[in-house]
């Protein structure tokens, strides 16, 4: 069997699925484990898949790839690109894109354990393959551990993934220390009194209140977190309000954080209800209602791992970077296996830009952006170097 990968990941690409809606994904991911012959465990945590390739006696290594789209409108022009629509959280139908690369992190493990499988008499362990959902909402890694996921599988001597990164590709990038973010998420509702708009001394004016506290909240991070530091404080939605003329009772605000560290992490969400509790009170509404989300801690790639996978890759790819103590504010859950199974995490970036783009000077698309498109065909192989250059170093 050779899988054709390219056209596998044009498929996936062609068909993103929102957070535990996985489904269509997870099958194609549990048929092909079954045709490479992997033991398949499907409906971890939700819509996870998990495969063990047990090899003779050695190490365990856990590979992750996480599975999950983003509700986003795709303007790459690809003639794959994708027009499907799902239905989020809140019940609303959404159009569905692959803007963080959760399509290629899919078939860059399928390749590496096609190719573990094809050379298995070369090495000897076990490999298990957990293909997570809900990474983007920061709930798939947890709920797979929910359901059982160091009990039920071989346990880890180490974690490893890659996540695709706007670099060029054929670079391969590897941290050592703090690598990513941690991530806070949080919904406050601010309760007021509702009023006819020309009587707004009836009222209690909760987007007032709310518009303030927003205001208020940028000086988080320039004010309270210091320069040598980093936190990132976003508020990303806002929701009050049905008319002109009416003043609501309540309003709604979500907001996104990211920290260096947990210190940091700490200050930050205080601060956050500090000042949402004050504004409140200055605008003599009612206490306001805080929902915290399960967030993502600071992911830490362990330093005797990463310069082993480093030294891996760099054997086997163009240019391989140490990213020293450089920390991206994106955050991750991937962490949270290493984790809960007591063992080293490694995880990387690996390119997936046009270098051209880089020579001409061109805007090059982040992460999440509808604009997003890696050059997938040459991008391909090189994830699946580093992914199988990873694993070998770490079984025998």
């Given at each position: ?5 390219f056209?596998l990941?044009q ?10 809606q ?5 099958g ?9 012959g ?12 998990v495969?063990?390739?047990?090899n003779?006696?050695?190490?365990v ?13 795709e303007?790459?022009?690809l ?11 809140t019940g609303?139908?959404v159009?569905?894109?692959?803007a963080?690369?959760?399509d290629?992190?899919v ?21 298990v393959a957990?293909?997570?959902p809900?990474?983007e909402v ?36 590897v941290?050592?220390g ?7 998420r ?7 009194r509702?009023?006819h708009?020309s ?23 320039s004010r309270?977190?210091?320069p040598?530091?980093a936190?990132?404080?976003?508020v ?7 008319r ?12 996104s954080t ?24 200055a ?6 209602t805080?929902?915290r ?7 830490v ?10 030294e ?5 790819v ?7 103590s ?6 991750e ?25 880089f020579?001409?000077g061109?805007?090059?698309?982040s ?10 065909e ?15 170093a770490?079984?025998?």
């Amino acid at each position: 069997m050779t899988l054709d990968l390219f056209s596998l990941y044009q498929d996936l690409h062609a068909h993103p699925e929102l957070g535990f809606q996985e489904h269509r994904t997870a099958g194609i991911v549990a048929s092909e484990l079954e045709q490479l012959g992997l033991d398949v465990t499907t409906g971890v945590g939700g819509t996870g898949v998990v495969g063990v390739l047990a090899n003779g006696e050695g190490p365990v290594v856990w590979l992750r790839a996480d599975m999950d789209g983003l509700p986003v409108e795709e303007r790459t022009g690809l003639s794959y690109a994708s027009t499907h629509r799902g239905v989020d959280e809140t019940g609303t139908e959404v159009p569905t894109m692959h803007a963080c690369g959760h399509d290629i992190h899919v078939t860059w493990l399928l390749g590496a354990l096609e190719r573990l499988v094809d050379t298995r008499q070369d090495w000897s362990g076990t490999v298990v393959a957990v293909f997570q959902p809900a990474e983007e909402v920061i709930s798939g890694a947890r709920a797979m551990l929910e359901d059982g996921l160091v009990d039920r599988f071989p346990a880890p001597d180490v974690v490893l993934g890659q996540h695709s990164a706007p670099i060029p590709v054929g670079t391969v990038a590897v941290g050592s220390g703090p690598v990513m973010a941690s991530s806070d998420r949080f919904t406050v509702t601010f309760n007021g009194r509702g009023a006819h708009g020309s009587a707004p001394q009836a009222s209690l004016d909760p987007i007032v209140t709310a518009a303030s506290a927003v205001v208020r909240l940028q000086t988080v991070v320039s004010r309270e977190v210091g320069p040598n530091d980093a936190g990132v404080v976003t508020v990303g939605s806002f929701h009050a309000g049905t008319r002109p003329n009416i003043i609501p009772d309540t309003a709604v605000i979500e907001i996104s954080t990211r920290a260096r560290n947990e210190d940091t992490r700490a200050r930050i969400v205080a601060s956050i209800e500090r000042i949402v509790r004050a504004e409140s009170e200055a605008g003599g509404l009612a206490a306001p209602t805080i929902e915290r989300a399960p967030g993502a801690d600071v992911l830490v790639n362990d330093a005797d791992q990463a310069a082993r996978v480093l030294e891996a890759v760099a054997a086997v790819v163009p240019r391989a970077l140490d990213l020293e103590s450089g920390l991206a504010m994106a955050s991750e859950d991937v962490g949270q296996l290493a984790t809960a199974a007591g063992v080293p995490l490694v995880y990387w970036f690996t390119g997936i830009t046009d270098p051209g783009l880089f020579e001409r000077g061109e805007d090059i698309p982040s992460n999440h952006s509808p604009f997003y498109a890696p050059q997938a065909e040459t991008a391909i192989p090189v994830g699946v170097d580093a992914l199988v250059a990873a694993t070998r170093a770490n079984v025998r």
